[in-house]
């Protein structure tokens, strides 16, 4: 096993692998919040994350969308699909909280009359602006259809993953997704999907579950975490 | 003649007339800049950009969009249809400059691809922010056929405005318009298009001819825009 290291984020570690089409991701207990400006740790993150993100992987992948994952190998590492990133975060919000609720002047927990979908450019001395289509055909090479697929698939998360986790007691606000290409062209998500890039709020009491307890300085973050991920591997209650 | 202000904006007064249908624009000496936190007067302004709308509105008109123009009445009054507005900043640019220049990270003068398309939902208090489809599905009742429209007639007014303009000297580097329903329920481009809501470039030496000379203390400000109008009345070079 290789340790050579071909990209280190924020949350993870992409090893290279003997196999040109694999990357090991390493996923780490290091917190970010507002573009890097504040940083954390929250205890057993990187388990959490690998574990949640496996599970509905898995159930994305049987909805239609190919993802990276290939196996879960340790409690903070996946085998997955080596991936060509295109440098955007894809979000789809069901109802209004942070960024958008401030930018659009809509009161966090309002939902939105249907799905919304954005995309943001990943630049972070740009701060990852919102950009729309045209933005995105001059900031980078894409095909129209590709892009239009990452929006299908975007939404596809969404229809597949909500009812999961309602059924769970977990209602999605929001997400945000990465997509890359594998070695064979083809469109893969990538990426996480935790409570470091989703919004969980308890469908009962609509407490947060997610990296806005980080983020907002709510406490119990390593709690919250181990709850979604004891939801989620759990059949529905 | 009444004189019942129907509404007063940062450049023009809205006027009530004996016809319902009908309004009456008085264009103001007023300029604003910053959401308003800049503020100034440019002598002759609303001279200038009432008689330089009527050109463009013809002009407009003529390639197929309907406009609030009827006639100018003098030199800072036209009559216009009435219009409920859509409160939406319709914006095309065709070179990165301004505030797109500074989101998207593309040096100011660089050209856009091709034409490139923003909508901003016009709210001060919010700054106006950038929004795509979504947003605006949920931010106001529109059809998407009307909103498709709004594109629509916009690169219309692009088409029809870029070329004339450069065969008087001038570069349209971007611009806003916007919209609303006549008592028929008709779309028609109101407000105006001016060196208040264009970027002008001399096409020789590419020195600013608009608002910028205002929003960035540049001087001369009055000059160019009797410049502008200099150029739009007289035929081609």
Redesign the interface.
């Known amino acids: 096993m290789t340790d050579k290291i071909l990209y280190e984020g924020k949350a993870k570690v992409v090893f290279a692998t003997d196999d040109p089409n694999v990357v090991r991701l390493y996923y780490k207990d290091d917190a970010t919040a507002f573009n890097g400006v504040k940083k954390g740790t929250i205890d057993g993150k990187g388990y959490y994350n690998n574990a949640i993100s496996e599970i509905l992987f898995k159930l994305i992948e049987e909805a239609g969308v190919p993802t990276q994952l290939i196996e879960r190998t340790s409690e903070r590492e996946m085998l997955a699909h080596t991936l060509k990133m295109i440098p955007l975060e894809v979000v789809v919000r069901n109802v209004a909280a942070g960024s958008a609720s401030k ?4 009161p966090e927990g309002t939902p ?7 995309f943001f ?1 990943k ?1 972070d ?2 701060g990852d ?4 289509e ?2 995105i ?3 980078m090479e894409i095909s129209s259809e590709d892009l239009e697929l990452l929006g299908i698939y975007t939404f596809k998360v969404n229809d597949a993953v909500r009812p999961f986790l309602l059924e769970r007691g977990i209602r999605l606000i929001d997400f945000k997704v990465e997509y890359g290409y594998d070695n064979e062209g083809r469109i893969r998500l990538g990426d996480e999907l935790s409570p470091d890039s989703c919004r969980f709020w308890d469908a009962e009491t609509n407490e947060k579950m997610d990296k806005d307890r980080f983020r907002r300085d709510l406490g119990d973050i390593e709690a919250f975490y181990a709850e979604v991920l004891r939801r989620v591997s759990n059949p529905p209650a």
């Not at 930018?103 to 809509?106: A, C, E, K, M, S």
């Not at 602006?129 to 729309?132: D, F, G, H, R, S």
């Open positions: 930018r659009l002047g809509i939105f009359k249907r799905p919304t979908l954005e450019y630049d001395d740009l602006p919102l950009v729309n045209y933005h055909f001059n900031l």
